[in-house]
Every structure is written in structure tokens, then in C-alpha cells.
């Protein structure tokens, strides 16, 4: 998350992933998903929570089934 931005991967039933990003100043109430639009953004946030969840030895990380390029204890 970033003070403009909120960020959460959401993993749905079937294991599949899904990024949500809002514009916390464009849409306060978080009704749009700007993910398509932000995938740069996206990118590198992803990134930081899956370097996260590794350095930390999240339980999380381990039920995503697939290894993240980058991320490294």
C-alpha cells in the first residue's frame, strides 16, 4: 500500500490471483479498480509484497503455488 494507492492481492477460491489498486485521492470510496490502467505500479508492488511475505516466511506465499521472480529471503 501506498498513502495513494491501497493494494491487495486476492486470491479467489480457485487459487487464482487478482491485484486491486485504488486511487485513494481520485476515488475515496474504492469503488474503481485502476490495476489495468497502473501496471507498472502494479508490477512493482506485487513485487514488494511477495519480497515481503518471503523475508518474513508467510504462510501466504507458500498457498500461491507459484514462485515470484525477485523474491528472496
Known sequence: ??????FVIERGDDGEE????????????QLENVADREVERVRDLEREVYQWCARIDDPWLSTSGEVTPGATA
Open 1 to 6: 500500500m501506498t498513502h495513494s494507492h491501497p
Open 18 to 29: 487478482r491485484s486491486i489498486l485504488h486511487d485513494h485521492y481520485a476515488d475515496p470510496f
